[in-house]
Structure formats: C-alpha cells, structure tokens
C-alpha cells in the first residue's frame, strides 16, 4: 500500500510540474499572439505624413552604393556621412577575416554627394527605398519597406547605403522601416 502512495505522490508532483509548465505555454502564446502594435514612434513623422504633406518632396536622384565587410554586430543603428574623414571611420568596423582586412572603400565625391545607411535585419524580403525632403523643416526623410516574403533562420542583415545629392550641415535626416508581412 505504501509503494502505491509514494507513486501516486510522484505521479501528482509531475502533474503539476506538468500543468506549470502547459500554463506558462498558454500565457506565452497568449502574449505573444495578441494583436499586433504599431511601432511607438518617439517623433511624428512617419511616411503617411510626408506622402501627405506638400512640403515633402521626393527626392529621385539617389543611387544605392555596395559597401562590403561591414560587421553587422558593430555598425551603428543610422549613418550620415558628409566627408572623407566620416567615410574612412567605416573601416573600424569591417570583418576581421576573409578577404575583409584589405577591403578598400568604393570611391565618393563628397562635394557632391551625402551617404546615409541604417541597417535591417529581416527573413527573406524584398526592399524599397524612398527618400523625401522639407526644405521648410531642412529635414530629410529615408524609407525603406521592407515586404517580407517568409520565414526562415537565416537573418538577413542590410546596410542600404544610399548616395543622396550634397546635404546642408543645418540638414538632419529621419530613418524609419515599414514592415509589409505577405507570406
């Protein structure tokens, strides 16, 4: 009889062991899958806006720039980088192997040019960049949308380096993502 009872005891201890366990589950799931928030934007200007706002124009003279060896763990959230000497601190955080250490910077006429970059990281996706300027607020305003096309493991990360005509030091520019799920 007292064999039974010790079973019986070990088999209620893991069943609670066992509900703990599906109840914290459930309340993860339930958190987790809730309704979606909108980012919190600490500004109020977001791409509804400036598609709105006559001010805002679109600037259409970009050109997307490849910049390689770029260590994703080091780059900084948001770049604007008006000269040579801004440029070259890039190098301070290329990869360390591979053909990376000798990796030479595409050339840049920064007397004509800005180049602005933030990085992203998504699953398998497909990229649009826009960028805007209010010339009232000396503001620019660089977009990407990101339409994600699946699910994987794999993290895709993208410096989306853009050259943009010669920005006023008194310009500031505003970077912000809009994720579009279609999978």
């Given at each position: ?34 309704d979606e928030q909108a980012t919190e934007y600490t500004q109020d200007i977001d791409i509804n806006t400036i598609l709105n706002d006559k001010n805002w ?127």
């Open positions: 009889m007292k064999t039974y009872l010790c079973v019986f005891e070990l088999v209620q201890r893991k069943m609670k062991s066992l509900t703990s366990l599906i109840f914290a589950i459930f309340i993860i799931a339930a958190v987790a899958c809730g124009v679109e600037v259409t003279d970009t050109m997307s720039i490849n910049i390689e060896c770029m260590d994703g763990d080091k780059i900084a959230e948001n770049y604007v980088i008006r000269n040579t000497n801004e440029y070259n601190k890039l190098l301070d955080i290329r990869w360390q192997y591979f053909d990376c250490p000798d990796y030479e910077l595409p050339e840049i006429d920064f007397n004509d040019h800005t180049l602005i970059g933030f990085v992203t990281k998504t699953g398998p996706s497909e990229i649009k960049r826009s960028v805007y300027r209010n010339d009232a607020e000396e503001k620019y305003f660089y977009n990407i949308d990101i339409s994600i096309t699946g699910i994987e493991e794999i993290l895709i990360v993208r410096n989306n380096w853009l050259l943009i005509p010669r920005l006023e030091e008194k310009y500031s520019v505003i970077f912000d993502t809009t994720m579009i799920y279609n999978y």
